[in-house]
DNA sequence: CCCATGATTGAGCGATCACTCAACAGTATA
DNA sequence: TATACTGTTGAGTGATCGCTCAATCATGGG
């Protein structure tokens, strides 16, 4: 972490791309735009990363490492209860698209269908982000776990959480409005209570029914 | 539709754009590797499309104006239940991710990120899309509408269903395996089944939260 | 002092970017 | 045949892309 050496370019560097990238994406950023708002000169960049994509793969490093200060730490200020901190992490969301009006999302999600297709460390990190966002709504949920069914799968919700917060985001800053995030979350809450509030009836979703599978549906 | 007059080069430049588009993205396909996968000039390109956008427009006109034979069809020939026939369209989604190896996933979630940004008829046009699918499965929860709960909002739902696609796409897409995307569908298949079960025990999701027995939170 | 090392400079590389345009071909109508 | 209109051609525009590199500067140790 504290890169105590060196004259804190590097760090501005990854700094500035990952700005630059949260508000126009990665390939839209050229490295001559990084470098002007950053205030060097190119070669300096390209002393630090040998390509723009070894830039990319530190600011994921960066989101991976700064997670609880950049994230965490401002919901758990304020709030204590475990399960109202997993709906506080999606407020914080709320707040980003409000405050930016609509231009900046999350950052993982914007660069995950950009560079799906590119090097696998690339991927590697995107997945790194996902899985330490994913493990510490888990967390929370393990710590709520008393009020929720025991034989709840408590990854899976995780990660369904994530999936519904990253569709929810795609939509309201494709409308520009909060709305459907708005009504995504409710529905999320919805189905949580159910299972704080009824957690005997609640079944645990495994029956995969895929056409793919072969039955006709009726 | 029937574009019977000119010589079809302009519908080949939407279609091999459509399929360039969906594979690497807009801002990472050049107009020279367009025409040249169509096989046409680049004076041809901008005979019918004075810039790269008009052409992206119209590639989404295209999803906007095929999403019958493209999606709906294929399902709707295999099942007849309504409700069955929205997770029969999620099912589409996981074929193709299966089929592609996670290279394509919803080619309208794709653009939605990356292009939000950029010239309003091109979010405009977004929009259009998801509230055409969103209607199509709000049409098909109409149809259910008998075994769902009466005071069901039903558009909300079918756009909630919609986000948990669209960021489930993203996961499995992220990972490149099918499990996000088979863990989200099994959680919304719940929650439906819930409703459809359950329905006088439904509660609208909005102010839903801890109601009569004791405080644990904070 | 000298030297090694870390860091920076800035001109400039070839490639590709979206895009232009004058010339021309094909076809139908008059 | 003459005119008009729809497409097509392909060389070529300036700008920007990611990136290179020999030269230079700053600093601290021996």
């Not at 590119?118 to 949920?141: C, G, I, M, Y």
């Not at 520009?176 to 009836?201: F, K």
Request: proline share 5%.
């Amino acid at each position: 972490m504290g890169n105590e050496t060196g004259t804190g370019t590097r760090d501005l560097l990854i700094e500035t791309a990952r700005d630059l990238f949260l508000l126009q994406g990665y390939g839209a950023t050229g490295v001559a735009e990084i470098v002007r708002v950053a205030g060097v000169r190119p070669g300096s960049l390209y002393y630090f990363f040998p390509t723009k994509e070894d830039l990319l793969i530190a600011v994921l490093e960066w989101y991976r490492d700064n997670i609880y200060e950049g994230l965490l730490q401002p919901v758990y200020e304020r709030i204590d209860d475990p399960l109202e901190r997993v709906f506080g992490i999606l407020d914080g969301y709320r707040q980003m698209l409000l405050l930016t009006a609509y231009d900046q999302g999350c950052p993982i999600g914007n660069l995950a269908l950009e560079v799906t297709n590119s090097h696998p460390r690339v991927r590697e990190l995107l997945k790194e982000n996902f899985v330490q966002w994913t493990d510490e709504v888990a967390r929370n949920l393990t710590l709520a776990a008393g009020r929720l069914p025991a034989e709840i799968d408590i990854p899976g919700l995780s990660e369904y959480i994530l999936s519904v917060m990253e569709g929810a985001i795609m939509l309201a800053r494709t409308y520009r409005t909060i709305d459907p995030y708005d009504n995504a979350i409710a529905h999320l809450r919805d189905y949580v209570d159910r299972m704080v509030e009824d957690g005997t009836n609640w079944a645990k979703p495994s029956r995969f029914r895929h056409a793919s599978d072969g039955e006709k549906t009726l």
